[in-house]
């Protein structure tokens, strides 16, 4: 009982699927810009910042997981589909696992090599870092946990997202009960009403305030329990907001003072993030944190709904593509960054250079490797095709998540 027959799928939603793809796009432009600025842990630095990358980086740093991890949240409504949840378990595992394994295993370490050269180890070849890479003898180069020198950087996303979907599928399951149906649409229409849908921007608040101080590692999922949280709180809003075209409507209705409170935080945020270490700073720093994170991120659904919903060409080959993109794009980036930081160049010259040799380069790995080759297609997350006898492309029929 429960499941949704294959008649009732739900109308696939054009404005996410264009929202993914600027919001993995403008992440390919991030991690370009991380080169480049006074703040940054990145992994290839130059030794010149620019206070306009400063800037950039920061804005989208606030916002841009947040968004993300709504989207997902709401592709989980469509994932879920008419699955059960060992099929739910089964597609995510295929979808998430094998390309978080693929990439941690084969993609990042060549990335590693790049970033050590850079902090000064030095390698007789790249089969010499791989022997020191792979030998326990040779001590953890990163000193990283079980898993020794591998790491999952980028994809650190992935990971999570595939224990969000693991540890939602009781509350999933729920929802597609009768009783569950009835609860999440009596909460739903309690949201709907002029800004009542701010209430739940109180969770995200009081995780903030109570695990940010303790748990505040990054994305190593060990002592990250404040990201942890955070973003799973977001991950569960998407769904819980996909679940309404209501509430979605009125997402859309209030989309201006969504954007008016998100920049008055956004400058809020600004002349606290400076102030002293005090216990009330601090809590102000992290409540406008989140206001900010929030508010941007209704905002730009609201956008979404009003201008995006629309149906293209660009968009289905896009919807395809991006995931692959994502789980590249930072392998070839390192490279990129790591021979121009050494041009003598402009930063912003060299910001560009980086970021759009990263995006056509990432991109022609996809159309001209990845795409064609049903193997790829597994590691990398995607559906199988078939040739048809006319030599074009053509999914195998499966259910869309």
């Not at 009960?177 to 109180?202: A, M, Q």
């Not at 101080?213 to 949280?229: I, Q, R, T, W, Y």
């Not at 935080?265 to 409540?287: C, E, G, L, P, R």
Request: proline content about 2%; charged content about 15%.
């Amino acid at each position: 009982m429960g499941k949704m027959s294959k008649s009732q799928k739900r109308e696939r939603r054009y404005d996410l699927d264009w929202l993914k793809v600027i919001a993995i796009i403008l992440l390919l432009y991030f991690h370009a810009g991380m080169v480049f600025i006074s703040w940054s842990w990145y992994f290839i630095q130059d030794s010149v910042s620019d206070p306009f990358l400063d800037i950039f980086t920061e804005f989208l740093s606030h916002w841009r997981m947040p968004l993300l991890f709504v989207i997902s949240g709401a592709g989980t409504l469509f994932a879920f589909g008419y699955r059960n949840g060992f099929q739910y378990f089964r597609e995510r595992s295929s979808r998430l696992l094998i390309p978080l394994a693929f990439g941690m295993f084969i993609l990042i370490p060549h990335q590693q090599y790049f970033e050590l050269i850079k902090q000064g180890w030095e390698f007789s070849s790249y089969l010499d870092f791989k022997q020191k890479f792979l030998n326990p003898s040779e001590g953890k180069i990163y000193g990283l946990g079980i898993l020794g020198n591998f790491s999952w950087h980028h994809l650190w996303f992935i990971g999570y997202l595939f224990i969000y979907s693991v540890i939602g599928i009781p509350l999933f399951t729920f929802f597609r009960s009768e009783n569950g149906k009835n609860l999440l649409k009596i909460i739903t229409d309690f949201l709907v009403p002029v800004f009542r849908i701010n209430l739940l921007v109180i969770p995200l608040v009081i995780a903030q305030i109570l695990l940010r101080d303790k748990f505040s590692g990054f994305h190593n999922l060990v002592d990250d329990g404040a990201n942890f949280v955070y973003f799973f709180i977001f991950f569960c809003y998407g769904y819980l907001i996909c679940s309404s075209e209501k509430l979605w409507e009125s997402l859309k209705d209030q989309r201006l003072t969504s954007l008016i409170l998100a920049i008055t935080f956004t400058v809020i945020h600004i002349f606290t993030k400076n102030n002293d270490n005090t216990s009330s700073a601090y809590f102000i720093y992290w409540i406008t944190e989140t206001l900010l994170a929030w508010f941007w991120v209704l905002s730009i659904l609201g956008y979404g709904r009003r201008y995006l919903n629309v149906k293209s060409k660009l968009l289905s080959y896009a919807t395809e593509g991006i995931y692959p993109l994502y789980i590249i794009h930072q392998s070839v980036l390192i490279v990129v960054a790591f021979y121009v930081i050494q041009l003598d160049q402009p930063v912003l010259i060299k910001f560009m250079i980086i970021g759009n040799t990263t995006l056509l380069g990432s991109l022609a790995i996809y159309e001209f490797i990845i795409r064609r080759f049903n193997f790829l297609r597994v590691l990398f997350g995607m559906k199988l095709i078939k040739k048809e006898k006319a030599g074009e492309i053509k999914l195998i029929e499966q259910s869309s998540g």
